[in-house]
């Protein structure tokens, strides 16, 4: 008794007339059975039958009060985000995109959902990955629009930075363990737009740390690491239109705009050819700043090969990884189609 009473209880998710207590690590949630059991299934099963304990990996106890006491594996911040949208007491805490919400909710509840089978806060988790992870490349391009997951600023604002290396990196593991396949792809990409010494940093730390999480965690390093090299090459090849040669037959000045791309090159080539995003190393800005004095012959056949290489380099993105089973985008659409259907 002297140990419960040095638990936390969270205020806003302690009801006077509540029937159950929750705890989750320090924390504790005092909740009505009926209102969790018409949420879950699992919860139902749990709070129904006292011999499911093992299969949910709970312990039962008897809380001051005298009412039942679960204790969860879970940690105290998924358990306090879960019940949170459960019961929807915080006005926009865990609403639908275009709603903005922070990866630590998605992730939250995208682990109990799945584990509690409360589905239909689990798609609206997976909803708002595909607004920052999505299917199409036109999508990839909007995403600072449209994105809801705050990791798009942190991305956003460096790719030198270990700490934001990491928040990619969980998303990662998540759709690993999840079986999300449709997010590897995307999420993949993200990891392997930071600098190498980041990523390094990061693996080294996790090895020192003992927190690699046996084969599941090695064989993401590995695929990370072979897709920032990858991506390099990929940079040169969605660059390709700045080597190419002006036709003779279409160039109003062929030596003109040679040396417009060769200048152009002289200016970028250290900046851009050792870039972990061949997707976004070029925009729309680059066009007028750095080609111009290109005749516009040149600048639509410029910008026409850049858009077939960057198509061509979505095609190829679910295979660039050294996953142990690829999909292509179709396949992969199924698959989110299903999830949501779920």
Not at 24 to 38: D, I, P, Q, T, W
Not at 72 to 81: I, K, R, S, Y
Not at 196 to 224: C, G, K, M
Not at 326 to 335: A, D, P, R, T
Request: glycine share 4%; charged share 25%; net charge negative.
């Amino acid at each position: 008794m002297q140990k419960m009473a040095q638990h936390m209880q969270v205020e806003e998710l302690w009801f006077k007339d509540g029937t159950v207590v929750f705890q989750a690590e320090h924390k504790m949630f005092c909740l009505h059975s009926g209102l969790v059991s018409a949420r879950s299934e699992v919860f139902k099963q749990i709070l129904e039958d006292k011999n499911s304990d093992s299969a949910f990996g709970i312990t039962r106890g008897i809380y001051q009060t005298g009412i039942p006491l679960i204790q969860l594996q879970e940690t105290a911040q998924d358990a306090n985000n879960f019940f949170l949208a459960i019961y929807d007491i915080i006005s926009g805490f865990f609403e639908p995109p275009p709603m903005k919400v922070s990866t630590e909710v998605v992730l939250s509840i995208l682990r109990m959902g799945t584990k509690y089978h409360v589905n239909a806060l689990r798609r609206r988790a997976l909803a708002h990955l595909n607004t920052m992870y999505p299917l199409t490349l036109d999508e990839w391009d909007r995403r600072n629009e449209t994105g809801t997951m705050s990791v798009q600023s942190e991305v956003q604002a460096s790719f030198a930075h270990e700490s934001t290396f990491a928040r990619a990196f969980t998303i990662a593991k998540a759709a690993r363990e999840f079986a999300l396949p449709w997010v590897l792809p995307t999420a993949l990409y993200e990891c392997c737009q930071y600098d190498l010494e980041v990523i390094l940093a990061h693996f080294a730390r996790a090895r020192d740390q003992d927190i690699i999480e046996a084969d599941a965690d090695t064989e993401l390093h590995n695929s990370i690491l072979v897709g920032a090299f990858k991506h390099m090459e990929a940079t040169r090849d969605v660059l390709k239109f700045l080597i190419a040669e002006s036709p003779a037959d279409i160039c109003a000045d062929p030596a003109a705009c040679h040396e417009v791309r060769r200048v152009c090159l002289n200016n970028i080539y250290g900046i851009t050819f050792g870039s972990g995003d061949p997707l976004g190393i070029w925009d729309d800005e680059d066009w007028d700043t750095y080609l111009d004095g290109m005749c516009p012959d040149c600048v639509k056949l410029s910008w026409e090969q850049h858009k077939r290489e960057r198509l061509a380099l979505w095609r190829k993105l679910p295979f660039m990884y050294a996953q142990a089973t690829v999909q292509n985008w179709e396949v992969l659409k199924e698959w989110f189609d299903r999830d949501m259907a779920i």
